[in-house]
């Protein structure tokens, strides 16, 4: 016996992959390529200043991880909750947690 389907039991399709999805990608292509074609020059004539640009910017976002910059505490105060390795097991190859 056949029960009927619910509109919930079908999985959503994916709109990449149906025919509407195809023809946005094939047009954006084809957009893309006319206009890299027709702005070459504007683009390439950029190209040193957005090198120049790219220096700061990288700074920027990849120094970020890099600790608590402005936070440092002073020689005289002790360090709190940070634990660092000793120095003996440090050559050893082990560090001490």
Not at 18 to 34: D, N
Request: with cysteine; glycine share 10%.
């Amino acid at each position: 016996m056949k029960h009927p389907t619910s509109p919930q039991s079908n999985p959503p399709r994916n709109l990449w992959r149906t025919r509407y999805g195809i023809g946005l990608m094939v047009m954006g292509a084809i957009a893309a390529f006319f206009l890299l074609a027709e702005h070459r020059a504007h683009i390439f004539g950029a190209w040193p200043f957005l090198l120049i640009l790219i220096c700061p910017l990288m700074h920027l976002f990849m120094h970020r991880g890099h600790g608590d910059h402005g936070h440092h505490t002073g020689a005289d105060q002790p360090r709190t909750g940070v634990h660092e390795p000793d120095q003996a097991n440090q050559e050893n190859g082990h560090e001490s947690r």
